[in-house]
């Protein structure tokens, strides 16, 4: 996942990054490139290595606690980390923190129930 997340995420900014400069009549100098291939390599590392990370995190109660204490554990970690992620957006994009966290988390929601039904009819 996150070798997939990094170049998809690198390639994509890259591209709209080209065709920003492209559309605003601006000339590819070596600086703009530069920084331009910079940026997208700092939104693929971040795109790349956030899963990762969060993966790593939700695992690590169940080599800590015991088994029922290592769900609601790793349950309560993913719920505070969706959480961050729609304080994160409401930020940049300048909304409201609170609806922007349950965006998230009926988003989390929806995913939950689209893979228990995949799981109970066997496809998961």
Known sequence: MGVSGFWGAYLTERAERKFDVLEKGLKRTSRVVKENMRTSLIIGLVDGLSPFLSMI???????????????????????VLVSLLGVLIARIGRQSIIKSILRMLSATLAIIVILYLLASIGLV
Not at 72 to 79: E, G, I, P, Q, R
Request: without cysteine.
């Open 57 to 79: 995190a939700l695992i690590i109660p169940f080599f800590l606690l015991p088994i029922p204490w290592s769900y609601f554990a790793s349950f309560s970690l993913a719920v």
